[in-house]
Structures are given as structure tokens and as C-alpha cells.
């Protein structure tokens, strides 16, 4: 039986999705059934549960040999905040799957992240990497870049599409790298089926690195629509998160990831390593937006 902690979200249902395919038992974790009805419908055991609530960790672990750990909550507030969740909670799934005898615990980290990030998402993720490794637990850990879907599309090019037009934080010079939620659920369902993959710290990314300004250019372009880019100045974004931060601290914590300099920290990637050691066809930027365009 694998454990999907994170199951409603863009990369847990995939990697259900396909486990499912495979034959595999998957049991959903979710707070609120009604959101894995799809993967109910072909095969999941779903139960409800919290990471902030360690006596439904303790319950979904049970009879559990293997755990994917897919959820965050960078832009949480109040009883979801980062520090609950992404922190907490999962030290908390770690210490249930240990207690219920997993054998092996796969988790969804950060592209960059270390102790010293000048983000404090990326330092608590690399905190929880370290939990992990302490733990005795088998595990593999996997740092993906910026989902395709998240942040090329819901944060750019789908307002294009959709109003003719986007807005960017900041000046959007800043090379980074984005990579297709399929191809990360690719390398979870491997980590969590493939031996080779054990006790492995693995970075994913897809192929190219571009700034936010050339992904709106290209949606544009492939659309064949005109280019309408404004922005909001970094000062205002600097003014916005010091608003922000004392009711909305997640939403705040990405407004200071946006203000600050374009070298602040590395967002680019280069998968021929990844590549070298686990081959597999990457889905490149153009042909995500293609598939968008043409109402994928």
C-alpha cells in the first residue's frame, strides 16, 4: 500500500493516477474526501486527515509500506501556515511512518534548497530533508523545479490567454527553470517502485531556462495574440509584503521572493545529469504551452 499525503494536488493525483495504472494500492490522504472523487473512482482507498492533526498521520500510516509526502503550504495563514505544515507536519508524518514500520518515504522538496536560503521555505524544506535522513527511514528525496502549470501557466500565460493580458511582480528578468507536473510525478512514481532509488537526493528540471517576461513572449506568440505585459514595480511589491505579512504571511513570503535581486538565489537547472542517471523525455516549455493553447 503507498500513502499519498498530498493527494488532491497537481502532483499527488498524478502520481496516484499513474500508481493506479500500475496496478499499485494507493490510499489518498485528504482533508476533504470530495476532492479525490476522480481517484476514488478508479481504485483509491481515500482517508481524511490533516497534517496538522499527528493522530490521523499515526492512522493513515497503518498498513502502509511506502509514503509519498506531496503537500505544502507555502501560501498558508493562521492554523495552515508554512510553519505547521511544511514544517511540523511533516516531522510529524515522519515520526507516524517510522512508528507504523514504512519501509520507504519519499519527499517532495525544493529546487535549492539549503540551511542559508534567503527564503525561509526553502530552509524549512531542507530542514525536513534532513529530519528524514536522520530518521532511519529508507527515502529518496526529490527537488523539482517551478511547476509548468503553477508558474508558467496559472501565473502568467493563462491571463493572457483568458484577458489578453498579465502582470508580472518585479521586472521578470530572472532566469529559472520550469518542468512539467508529469515528468516530477514520473521520478515520484520511480523513487517510490525503483530500488535504485533508495537513500538518493535527486534534482529535477526540465529543459531550457527562461524569465517570466519570454514565457508571456512565447504564450503570445504561440497564440497568436498581442503581447500585453505590466508590472508591478519591485518597490510597490517591497511596500506589498511588509503590508501583507502581519494577517497574509504566505502570500507576503511570495511577495519577498519576488522583490528580491535577480541573484538573490539560482532558480536555473540543467537536467543532463538528471538524464544521464534516470532517462526519460522531459516536456519542453513550447510544447506545454502548445498543449494550453490548443485548451489542454
Same mark, same amino acid.
Given at each position: 500500500?503507498?500513502?499519498?499525503?498530498?493527494?488532491?494536488?497537481?502532483?499527488?493525483?498524478?502520481?496516484?493516477?499513474?500508481?493506479?495504472?500500475?496496478?499499485?494500492?494507493?490510499?489518498?490522504?485528504? @482533508?476533504?474526501?470530495?476532492?479525490?472523487?476522480?481517484?476514488?473512482?478508479?481504485?483509491?482507498?481515500?482517508?481524511?486527515?490533516?497534517?496538522?492533526?499527528?493522530?490521523?498521520?499515526?492512522?493513515?500510516?497503518?498498513?502502509?509500506? @511506502?509514503?509519498?509526502?506531496?503537500?505544502?503550504?507555502?501560501?498558508?495563514?493562521?492554523?495552515?501556515?508554512?510553519?505547521?505544515?511544511?514544517?511540523?507536519?511533516?516531522?510529524?508524518?515522519?515520526?507516524?511512518?517510522?512508528?507504523?514500520?514504512?519501509?520507504?518515504?519519499?519527499?517532495?522538496?525544493?529546487?535549492?534548497?539549503?540551511?542559508?536560503?534567503?527564503?525561509?521555505?526553502?530552509?524549512?524544506?531542507?530542514?525536513?530533508?534532513?529530519?528524514?535522513?536522520?530518521?532511519?527511514?529508507?527515502?529518496?528525496?526529490?527537488?523539482?523545479?517551478?511547476?509548468?502549470?503553477?508558474?508558467?501557466?496559472?501565473?502568467?500565460?493563462?491571463?493572457?490567454?483568458?484577458?489578453?493580458?498579465?502582470?508580472?511582480?518585479?521586472?521578470?528578468?530572472?532566469?529559472?527553470?520550469?518542468?512539467?507536473?508529469?515528468?516530477?510525478?514520473?521520478?515520484?512514481?520511480?523513487?517510490?517502485?525503483?530500488?535504485?532509488?533508495?537513500?538518493?537526493?535527486?534534482?529535477?528540471?526540465?529543459?531550457?531556462?527562461?524569465?517570466?517576461?519570454?514565457?508571456?513572449?512565447?504564450?503570445?506568440?504561440?497564440?497568436?495574440?498581442?503581447?500585453?505585459?505590466?508590472?508591478?514595480?519591485?518597490?510597490?511589491?517591497?511596500?506589498?509584503?511588509?503590508?501583507?505579512?502581519?494577517?497574509?504571511?504566505?502570500?507576503?513570503?511570495?511577495?519577498?521572493?519576488?522583490?528580491?535581486?535577480?541573484?538573490?538565489?539560482?532558480?536555473?537547472?540543467?537536467?543532463?545529469?538528471?538524464?544521464?542517471?534516470?532517462?526519460?523525455?522531459?516536456?519542453?516549455?513550447?510544447?506545454?504551452?502548445?498543449?494550453?493553447?490548443?485548451?489542454?
Amino acid at each position: 500500500m503507498i500513502l499519498i499525503v498530498g493527494a488532491s494536488g497537481l502532483l499527488g493525483r498524478e502520481a496516484a493516477k499513474t500508481l493506479l495504472a500500475q496496478g499499485e494500492q494507493v490510499r489518498a490522504f485528504t @482533508r476533504t474526501h470530495a476532492n479525490v472523487d476522480d481517484l476514488k473512482k478508479t481504485g483509491a482507498e481515500v482517508m481524511q486527515g490533516d497534517l496538522i492533526d499527528p493522530p490521523s498521520l499515526r492512522r493513515a500510516c497503518q498498513g502502509v509500506d @511506502r509514503v509519498l509526502a506531496a503537500a505544502h503550504s507555502i501560501v498558508g495563514d493562521g492554523r495552515y501556515s508554512s510553519e505547521a505544515v511544511d514544517d511540523a507536519g511533516h516531522r510529524a508524518l515522519i515520526d507516524a511512518a517510522k512508528a507504523e514500520g514504512v519501509s520507504h518515504f519519499v519527499y517532495m522538496s525544493i529546487l535549492g534548497a539549503s540551511a542559508n536560503h534567503p527564503v525561509d521555505f526553502w530552509r524549512t524544506k531542507y530542514g525536513i530533508e534532513e529530519y528524514l535522513k536522520a530518521s532511519g527511514l529508507s527515502y529518496t528525496i526529490l527537488r523539482p523545479s517551478a511547476f509548468m502549470e503553477t508558474h508558467a501557466h496559472a501565473l502568467n500565460g493563462k491571463p493572457l490567454l483568458e484577458s489578453g493580458k498579465t502582470t508580472l511582480l518585479g521586472k521578470g528578468t530572472k532566469p529559472r527553470n520550469f518542468v512539467a507536473v508529469r515528468d516530477v510525478a514520473h521520478y515520484a512514481v520511480l523513487a517510490l517502485t525503483d530500488p535504485k532509488m533508495k537513500n538518493l537526493t535527486l534534482e529535477i528540471g526540465g529543459l531550457g531556462n527562461f524569465t517570466n517576461k519570454q514565457v508571456a513572449v512565447m504564450y503570445a506568440r504561440i497564440a497568436n495574440i498581442p503581447l500585453k505585459v505590466s508590472h508591478v514595480p519591485t518597490p510597490m511589491v517591497k511596500m506589498l509584503r511588509l503590508i501583507l505579512q502581519p494577517f497574509k504571511p504566505g502570500v507576503s513570503r511570495v511577495m519577498y521572493m519576488n522583490s528580491l535581486p535577480d541573484d538573490a538565489f539560482n532558480e536555473e537547472f540543467d537536467p543532463t545529469s538528471l538524464l544521464a542517471q534516470f532517462p526519460t523525455r522531459l516536456t519542453t516549455l513550447e510544447a506545454f504551452i502548445h498543449e494550453r493553447v490548443d485548451g489542454g
